[in-house]
Structures are given as C-alpha cells and as structure tokens.
C-alpha cells in the first residue's frame, strides 16, 4: 500500500478535479472542448471516432478515440464528403455552443480534459491519475485500473547460512516479493494499452521511468528480482524486464507500449528509476488466456 505521504499528491490532486467540476456545474456535456472527437465517416455509412488523421498514399492513418492507438485503413473506403460536412456541422455546433459558456469555465474545461482524456466511447481516464489497462473485451473497450502493492525483500537468512556452513565462498541469496500466487487485476489481451500518471513529492514521474517485469511464481507468491551479494561484497540482480517505450499521452498521462507480446503469466510495472521515492510500489497485473 501507499504511504500516507506519498498519498498526498494524488490526494492533492483528487480535490482540484473535484473543484473544476464544480465549477463547471452542467454547463459543459457531451464530448467537450479541444480534445473533441471527430468522426471518419465511411462509405457503408458507419465510422470510425477518432481524434486526427492523415492519409498516406492510398491509406488513411488515425489515431482511435475508441482504443487510444493509431490504425489504418484504405483510403477508398472513406467517404470524405459526408466526413467533411459531419465535421463541419459538429465544429459549427460546438463554437454555438462555446459562446455561452464564461471563457475561465473553458480553460478549466481544456486543462481537465488534458488529465482525463478520452479513451474509448464515454470512457476517461481519472484526474487523480493511477495506472490502468485497456482492451477489448466482446468488441467493447475496458479499463482496469491497477491497484499500488508493496514488493517486499526477503533475505533467507535461514537458507544463506546454511549454505555458507556447507560452502563457506557461497553467495547470498536476497530475493524480491509479491505476496500471493496471482494478480487480482486479469486481462486476455497479449497487446493492451497502458496508462499511467503516478506522482511523487517532485511531482509527475516521467514515462521513462516505467519498465514492465514478468514475474516469476513461486508456490504463495510471486518473484519480482533475485538479487546475489558474493562473499567479496560484489552484487548482481536478475529480473525479467520486456522491451517496451513510453509515449507521452495527455497532460501527466503516459502510454507505456509493450514492444512484445505479454504471454500469459503474471506482470508487474516498476519505477526503474534508482533511488525513487516509490520504487517500492509496484502494479502487478496478470494476463489469462483468451
């Protein structure tokens, strides 16, 4: 669990979200201002919600307002009349709109929407921030967010000294720990999206600073490094990190994509950076079998 301390700012954080909204009242519904998503309208009449585009060559690049990554399609399948008049008549509709509303109530709008962006139809991410998964479930998005756990040091001094009576250049064996054989957060997704916006006493904690480990299990619980100290004082750990980037996503937001797919097994996002106020804390998740 978090310290009280290292609750603060999020705590910090909850209240601000909670005051623009109040401020707000009912004034501003629906999609918003700034981040609004736009629809490519598509020849078969449906469309796909996203928030840009572009086209490249005989495809058209977007991002997804739905699944909060870029994907393609061929160009001739949109419609780029009906796309444009939709657009234009939804921007109209949204000026109008803009007219009524006080212009301090829409920069608070715009700063919100940059900590609680759009990631799916009706689906925010929180201001107070967190670490969250999203996949698709039946075709429908959803979003889990994944709770903070204490990673605990075990020294197995019973076991070391038992191996320094029989060896005595044996090294020390320090391992560290996730209580329990299994995460309670489960996805089926070996390619989900991940958000995260975590804060320390310096404030947001950059994206780079995220890695993603796959644990090991062991009987109870769940070995996130093992760490090796030899009788000449020299130290070498061993964890299981994968290759991932982070991106930067919306306001504090980070999107941390995984650059291989996540086998099923159990999972946990780190703060790598050394000597982090909550490189203690961990977000452990697990990922079933579809």
Known sequence: MLSCEAMKPIMLRVVNG???AMALGLLLTGNGFGQAAKRLILTDGSYQTATEWTKVGDRVRYFSAERAEW???????????????????????????????????????????????????????????????????????????????????NDHQGKNMLMRSVIPIASQVQTIEL????????????????FIDVEDSQ???????????????????????????AISGDQSQTEKFLHSRAEKFSGDWWKL???????????????????AENSGVVWDFGVDKK
């Open 18 to 20: 909670l005051a623009v």
């Open 71 to 153: 994907e393609e399609l061929p160009d001739a399948l949109v419609d780029w009349k009906a796309t444009g008049e939709w657009n234009a008549e939804r921007a109209k509709i949204q000026t109008e709109e803009m007219k009524q509303v006080p212009e301090e109530a829409i920069v608070a709008r715009k700063e919100e929407q940059l900590n609680t962006p759009l990631v799916g139809p009706e689906l925010r991410l929180p201001a107070e921030g967190g670490v969250f998964l999203l996949e698709q479930q039946a075709g429908k998005p959803v979003l889990q967010k994944v709770g903070g756990s204490k990673a605990l040091e």
């Open 179 to 194: 209580q329990g054989a299994a995460a309670k957060v489960r996805i089926h997704s070996a390619t989900p999206s991940i």
């Open 203 to 229: 404030g947001a904690i950059p994206g780079e600073n995220f890695r993603m480990v796959r644990l090991e299990r062991k009987r109870d619980l769940r070995l996130l490094a093992k760490n090796k100290v």
């Open 257 to 275: 994509i995984p650059l291989e797919d996540l086998t099923p097994g159990e999972y946990a996002i780190v703060v790598s950076s050394p000597g």
